[in-house]
């Protein structure tokens, strides 16, 4: 059984630029979450993703956007970026909503930073 | 809202040293309790949970009971390793409609030889 993979797992952008990461949710996981990590901080939650429709969103304006395929597979855009999205970028896969006791299961991360 | 409170760190104890990470929450509702491990590098891992009021979860030697009483839920091993050094995060999910997690700070761990 294959775990969460993301893409890629470093990047370097400049302000204003705009970033897309990947993420491969295990087999069966039918939910894809994102969360960002800033340096020495808990994961903040940015949105979630259940059947291809966004299902819940953190505190995180617009500029933050997703999609999920059919392959359940998800991707976090972020446009106009800011030297505060430097942080590492976690996306966590689940197997449904009816259950809260679902374990969320975390991908590697990806480290992004803006100069 | 929901809200983790974790000791700050970090810690640094060693080898074969009991350890405690202090966490309560504020959440409404009858939320779920989790501890994760961040290893260096590396993503989360779940380390155990607890779904209801005295539950106690473990894994690898690591217990924590949920205390509804006193809205915490506190990391214990009774003999570390130096391979449980890491952060440690405490967390929440009081499901609603996307069961998203809040996550504390984190605690970093270092224990030494």
């Known amino acids: 059984e294959t775990g969460v993979t993301q893409s890629p797992t470093h990047l370097i952008k400049t302000r204003g630029q705009q970033v897309t990461l990947r993420c491969s949710s295990q087999?069966?996981?039918?939910?894809v979450s994102w969360y960002q990590q800033a340096l020495g901080q808990g994961p903040q939650f940015i949105f979630q993703?259940?059947?291809?429709?966004?299902?819940g969103r953190g505190n995180f304006p617009p500029r933050f956007s997703g999609l999920q395929f059919p392959n359940y597979s998800s991707e976090l855009n972020v446009n106009a970026l800011e030297l505060d999205d430097s942080a590492l970028y976690l996306c966590?896969?689940?197997?449904?909503?009816?259950?809260?006791?679902?374990?969320?299961?975390f991908g590697p991360g990806t480290r992004l930073t803006v100069l | 809202g929901n809200s983790v409170t974790q000791m700050e760190g970090p810690v640094t104890l060693s080898e074969e040293a009991f350890l405690t990470i202090n966490c309560t929450y504020t959440a409404t509702g009858y939320p779920s309790l989790f501890w994760y491990v961040q290893y260096p590098g590396e993503g989360l891992q779940l380390l155990l949970k607890?779904?209801?009021?005295?539950d106690k979860g473990s894994n690898k030697g690591f217990e924590a009971t949920y205390r509804k009483e006193t809205t915490s839920f506190h990391l214990e091993k009774g003999s570390v390793q130096v391979s449980d050094s890491a952060v440690y995060f405490c967390a929440l999910n009081s499901g609603g409609s996307n069961y998203k997690l809040t996550f504390g700070k984190g605690t970093l761990l270092t224990v030494n030889p």
């Open positions: 087999s069966g996981h039918n939910t």
């Open positions: 966590a896969s689940s197997s449904g909503l009816a259950d809260r006791y679902n374990e969320q299961f």
């Open positions: 607890a779904t209801k009021a005295d």
């Open positions: 993703y259940y059947r291809e429709e966004e299902n």
